[in-house]
Nanobody, 125 residues
Framework: QLQLVESGGGLVQPGGSLRLSCAAS????????IGWFRQAPGKEREGVSC?????????NYVDSVKGRFTISRDNAKNTVYLQMNSLKPEDTAVYYC?????????????????WGQGTQVTVSS
């Protein structure tokens, strides 16, 4: 039984911060690359960030979040994080984590093997 469970979402004011967590169970994240995706109401799901399984964990970010979001992983805790700073209303979405069994991460959602249930992030005054 493989599971990914996101947490840490909520309501925050513009300029605020949230840290999302994605905890894996039933398997080990060590050899998976991990991606964060988001889907706003009426919008297509988009890739936000990903981190590779290789030691050192190379990362990628969509242009709209560069300098504001940071992805990281803690293999000992079997968990990946997305630190979100300087949040904007356009960041409002359901955020999903997903994993792919390869060394280098990609931002193409159709290539990912397993998905979490999502956590809601709302940025509003």
């Amino acid at each position: 039984q493989l599971q990914l469970v996101e947490s840490g979402g909520g309501l925050v004011q513009p300029g605020g911060s949230l840290r999302l967590s994605c905890a894996a169970s039933g398997f080990t994240l060590d050899y998976y690359s991990i991606g964060w995706f988001r889907q706003a109401p009426g919008k297509e799901r988009e890739g936000v960030s990903c981190i590779s399984s290789a030691r050192g964990g190379s990362t990628n970010y969509v242009d709209s979040v560069k300098g504001r979001f940071t992805i990281s992983r803690d293999n000992a805790k079997n968990t990946v994080y997305l630190q979100m700073n300087s949040l904007k209303p356009e960041d409002t979405a359901v955020y999903y984590c997903a994993v792919i069994y390869q060394a280098i991460c990609v931002m193409r959602e159709y290539e990912y093997d397993y998905w979490g249930q999502g956590t809601q992030v709302t940025v509003s005054s």
